[in-house]
């Protein structure tokens, strides 16, 4: 069983920048697919970026270019650097990971406001 915990999250300009972490309870070596997912006010939960345990990543239409996922295998973390934030940005952002998505995070807030 793997226990995630995000991190990062917050309150931020448009344009600003957020760091979000993921902590695994334990290893992640073993984790093929970890990833970002979000979820807006009245909208449905969408994912957002995806790291495999290679390094190969993908990401959604609306972030490439300004969001970065990567992870740390060493402190069990995975990252996304957000960048050039937008209005649209402001979701609860949750991190997950397995084969079949089967581990969640609780989520972290993400404001973007004027």
């Known amino acids: 069983q793997v226990q995630l915990v995000e991190s990062g999250g917050g309150l931020v300009q448009p344009g600003g920048s957020l760091r979000l972490s993921c902590a695994a309870s334990g290893s992640i070596l073993s984790i093929n697919y970890m990833g970002w997912y979000r979820q807006a006010p009245g909208k449905q939960r969408e994912l957002v970026a995806i790291i495999t345990s290679g390094g190969m990543t993908n990401y959604a239409d609306s972030v490439k270019g300004r969001f970065t996922i990567s992870r740390d295998n060493a402190k069990n973390t995975v990252f996304l650097q957000m960048n050039s934030l937008k209005l649209e940005d402001t979701a609860v952002y949750y991190c997950?990971?397995?084969?079949?998505?089967?581990?969640w995070g609780q989520g972290t807030q993400v404001t973007v406001t004027s």
């Open positions: 997950a990971a397995g084969g079949s998505w089967q581990y």
